[in-house]
T-cell receptor, first 109, second 116 residues
Framework: GVTQSPTHLIKTRGQQVTLRCSSQ?????VSWYQQALGQGPQFIFQ???????GRGNFPPRFSGLQFPNDSSELNVNALELDDSALYLC??????????FGSGTQLSVL | AQSVAQPEDQVNVAEGNPLTVKCTYS??????LFWYVQYPNRGLQFLLK??????LVKGSYGFEAEFNKSQTSFHLKKPSALVSDSALYFC??????????????FGSGTRLSIRP
């Protein structure tokens, strides 16, 4: 399955954070979503074969990496209070159904 | 722009009764629709999808969804609800405006509560 770490994280405004994801074996696509409290997940970006190939309405301080070993990262710089949310990683074969991890709950104080 | 709407924040059903969770969509072109479920402290789990073909789609855990093109709806249904079905349900649509990416647009979610 898809695993994410850490499960919970507390940061202060202005700091930087790195969230990690291990995709399901064999999946070539990883996407990241932000789920604010009481809302549906919002697409941040997608990586296919280690390159970003799609991005939602998020600023450049949200960036990512995808590695050949089925792992990936979401990096957020200059954290803001509104970045507090559940961050979900999802892996898939391109254009197929998404397999989600349990998420990382980020709190920015 | 592609979008989905879930008009009900919460649906309450007695165990054993049929349930319906509503979803309407707005897309340009043919829709590619999904239902996902989210249990507490868990990620989203795929239930079913509609691409083309039969308007009644069967999915996991006894759920099914009915695609209605004239009403632009994709309601989730189950003939007999279980207490264990209590969770947060999301309708979603694939944004087909990008040729090389599969961006999924989620609705705001409907909390389903099944009482014993």
């Amino acid at each position: 399955g898809v695993t994410q770490s850490p499960t919970h994280l507390i940061k202060t405004r202005g700091q930087q954070v790195t969230l990690r994801c291990s995709s399901q074996s064999g999946h070539n696509t990883v996407s990241w979503y932000q789920q604010a409290l009481g809302q549906g997940p919002q697409f941040i970006f997608q990586y296919y074969r280690e390159e970003e190939n799609g991005r939602g309405n998020f600023p450049p301080r949200f960036s990512g990496l995808q590695f050949p070993n089925d792992s990936s990262e979401l990096n957020v710089n200059a954290l803001e209070l509104d970045d507090s949310a559940l961050y979900l990683c999802a892996s898939s074969l391109l254009n197929e159904k998404l397999f989600f991890g349990s998420g990382t709950q980020l709190s920015v104080l | 722009a592609q979008s989905v709407a879930q008009p009900e924040d919460q649906v309450n059903v007695a165990e054993g009764n049929p349930l319906t969770v509503k979803c309407t969509y707005s897309v340009s072109g043919n829709p590619y629709l999904f239902w996902y479920v989210q249990y507490p402290n868990r990620g989203l789990q795929f239930l079913l999808k509609y691409i083309t073909g039969d308007n009644l789609v069967k999915g996991s855990y006894g759920f099914e969804a009915e695609f209605n093109k004239s009403q632009t709806s994709f309601h989730l249904k189950k003939p007999s609800a279980l207490v264990s079905d209590s969770a947060l349900y999301f309708c979603a649509v694939r944004d087909m405006s990008w040729s090389s990416a599969s961006k999924i647009i989620f609705g705001s979610g409907t909390r389903l509560s099944i009482r014993p």
